[in-house]
């Protein structure tokens, strides 16, 4: 009886392993697009801790790391700067525990914030997340959008 028992739960898991796969792939991408949409678009950064892991890391320029804390402070200096911000999920994909966001953010310059000041104007920016989960949370985060573009936009390079 185990010579039979063995070969068929390990089959049985080989079967269902892609399943389990694409079921936690699926759980994280919808965490992910919750936090872009709920949390990022419609401005509920009280809920922003609910997707992250306690002891997050996203991964800024210049190799520094910054912890949830850090995180949601810059996520209010931006809403700061941009009081009508919007963020849209364009394309989201998940491979094992990684998930990647294309995303779209535009909004009005109306009060300083970010280490900006008030332009009045608006400026559309693309980016690209990738996040890795544990547990069902976020991890860590390396992001990427090009700043050049926002200051251009927004008129705070320097004229010659």
Do not use: C
Not at 46 to 65: C, M, N, Q, T, W
Not at 79 to 91: G, H, T, W
């Amino acid at each position: 009886m185990r010579r039979l028992t063995l070969p068929l739960l390990a089959l049985l898991i080989t079967w269902s392993a892609p399943g389990l796969a694409n079921e936690v792939e699926a759980q994280n991408k919808a965490v992910a697009r919750s936090f872009f949409e709920d949390v990022l678009d419609k401005g509920k950064l009280e809920d922003y801790a609910k997707s992250h892991a306690p002891d997050f890391v996203a991964h800024a320029e210049g190799g520094r790391l910054a912890s949830l804390e850090d995180d949601m402070a810059a996520a209010r200096e931006q809403r700061k700067a941009l009081p009508d911000m919007r963020v849209k999920v364009n394309q989201i994909v998940a491979e094992g525990d990684l998930v990647s966001v294309y995303w779209t953010a535009s909004g009005t310059n109306t009060a300083a914030g970010a280490g900006m000041p008030a332009t009045g104007k608006s400026v559309s920016i693309g980016g690209m997340t990738l996040f890795r989960f544990e547990r069902g949370l976020i991890q860590e985060e390396w992001s990427v959008f090009n700043e050049y573009s926002i200051m251009k936009q927004l008129g705070l390079l320097p004229t010659k």
